[in-house]
């Protein structure tokens, strides 16, 4: 046992106390980010005179070496330290001795964690963000491909209006569109710097802690001491977007399950993201899909744990903050993953434009139109959505589609329909004449996808200036 604050205690700690309390074989994940903040610590305190230059040069060739020695293997970070933090400030006092010492000087584990964690899930943000810009990017080339292909358009999981794949998907591209926006705003929010808050009243010291924050690419330091060492909300933002993202990753895994069926047919996923089954030799089942959705449970789970964990914690830190990290860590790695996955399934998936178009074409997805059509020729709209109910309820009993009826079936019906009716009924017409900003014509839809590439094509990473360390 490792622990940095004997001196006041005259027992050891009890091995399961000790096991209970200790966050070392999670907390280990931000290693990287806690010696990152070390090295702005000391960097900073040497700029106020708090340290000398030899010290601060000791310190940093300390931190550094630990650090690689970590990343080649050399050095292992064992359940024998309480948390991160103790672990490499134990390992730096025993290269450098007693200059090492002094490298806690004007902070707390408090402001610590708070820094390592923000480091951390700043970083993770802009990974979750490129992930959801590849995605985008694959889903803008479906949609370039499948301007023209046409497919039913559901409500109530029942068929509706015809619709085309490409505005199916572009409704996904608006979802994921905002979900990267929702990781800029979380992004900028979080984005200021809790170190030299100390454990919750700031410190002594004369800190400069603007300079730390700027050597860490913040935009600034936190305001306020209290809030800076008990803030979890930009956690608690964080996993509500993954929420989001795995959310929409789920509707739309929902879907893949379903046309990947026998009974629809609308998509073959590719042989590489799909499994068998042990006993049924003709299986291929969409196990990729099925466990994105299983997994949007856990990562909810996750952001309802932490909001429920920091909902009765008094100011400032409490050790039920600690609780932060796990769920956290899984909750990014597992949205991580499945975008990742999700994004191979649709770039292979084989759309089965014919099968769509043959739907899109049965269960009366015309309906609409031939209202439309009486109303284009006087008839009231209410008039003319009863005599096409008139008109699909004939040809359920005749087992035909309207575009299927004789002109003298359609006039006996409404004397108002012509021979132009079966161009108006046409799928392709119906879907062609939808043109408003939104709809699926595919006039409306190709400009859509040219604004889609144009946003593409700028990066808000790039445009505020952020690098992604790698
Ligand atoms: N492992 C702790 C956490 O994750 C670090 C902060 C410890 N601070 C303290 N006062 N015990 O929150």
């Known amino acids: 046992m490792a622990q940095l604050w004997g001196g006041r205690f005259t027992k050891e700690t009890d091995q399961l106390v000790y096991n209970f ?22 960097v900073m305190l040497a700029k106020q005179g708090i340290l000398t230059k030899e010290e601060k040069d000791e310190i940093l060739k300390g931190l550094t070496g630990i650090r690689q020695d970590v990343e080649e293997g050399k050095l292992q970070i064992t359940e024998e330290y309480e948390d991160i933090h103790s672990f490499v400030e134990a390992n730096l006092i025993e290269r450098i001795g007693d200059a090492g010492k002094k490298l806690h000087t004007g902070r707390s584990r408090n402001d610590q964690v708070a820094l390592d964690m923000r480091l951390y899930t700043r970083l993770e943000v802009l990974y979750v963000d490129e992930l959801v810009k590849t995605l985008l990017q694959t889903l803008v080339t479906v949609m370039e491909d499948n301007v023209e292909t046409y497919m039913p358009g559901f409500t ?40 030299g808050a100390g454990a919750l009243a700031g410190t002594t010291y004369p800190l400069d802690r603007n300079y730390t924050a700027s050597l860490l690419g913040f935009e600034g330091p936190t305001s306020n001491s209290m809030d800076s060492v008990s803030d979890r909300d930009y956690v608690i933002e964080f996993l509500a977007a993954l929420s989001t993202i795995m959310m929409h990753l789920s509707r739309f895994c ?30 291929k089942n969409p196990d990729i899909a099925e466990l994105v959705r299983g997994k949007t449970g856990r990562v909810y789970g996750a952001l309802f744990s932490i909001l429920t964990t920091m909902k009765g914690i008094p100011l400032a830190y409490n050790k039920d ?13 597992t949205a991580k993953g499945c975008l990742a996955l999700f994004e191979g399934m649709i770039r292979t998936m084989k759309f089965n434009a014919d099968v769509m178009e043959k739907s899109a074409a049965m269960g009366f997805t015309n309906a609409t139109d031939a209202a439309d059509y009486l109303v284009g020729r006087g008839v009231p709209f209410r008039d003319a959505h009863s005599i096409v109910g008139r008109l699909v309820l004939y040809c359920i009993d005749k087992k035909c589609g309207i575009e299927d009826l004789s002109m003298e079936e359609l006039k006996e019906i409404s004397p108002v329909f012509e021979e132009d009716i079966y161009d108006a009924v046409n799928i392709k017409t119906c879907v062609e004449r939808r043109l408003t900003v939104g709809a699926p014509g595919p006039e409306a839809m190709r400009k859509v996808i040219g604004i889609y590439k144009e946003y593409l094509a700028k990066d808000w990473q790039d445009e505020d200036e952020i690098n992604i360390p790698r």
């Open 321 to 333: 903050m600690q609780e932060d990290k796990e769920l956290t860590f899984d909750a990014i790695d």
């Open 21 to 42: 309390n200790a966050s070392i074989s999670f907390d280990q994940k931000f290693f990287r980010q806690d010696i990152e903040g070390s090295i702005a610590h000391v």
């Open 254 to 283: 929902e879907e893949i399950i379903l046309w990947n069926s026998n009974e629809y047919r609308f998509v073959e996923i590719d042989d590489a993201y799909a499994t068998g089954s042990s006993i049924m030799p003709q299986k």
């Open 156 to 195: 109530h999981l029942q068929k509706a209006q015809p619709v085309t794949l490409a505005h199916h998907m572009g409704a996904y591209f608006e979802m994921f569109k905002r979900d990267r926006s929702r990781l800029k705003d979380i992004y900028h929010r979080m984005n200021y710097c809790p170190l």
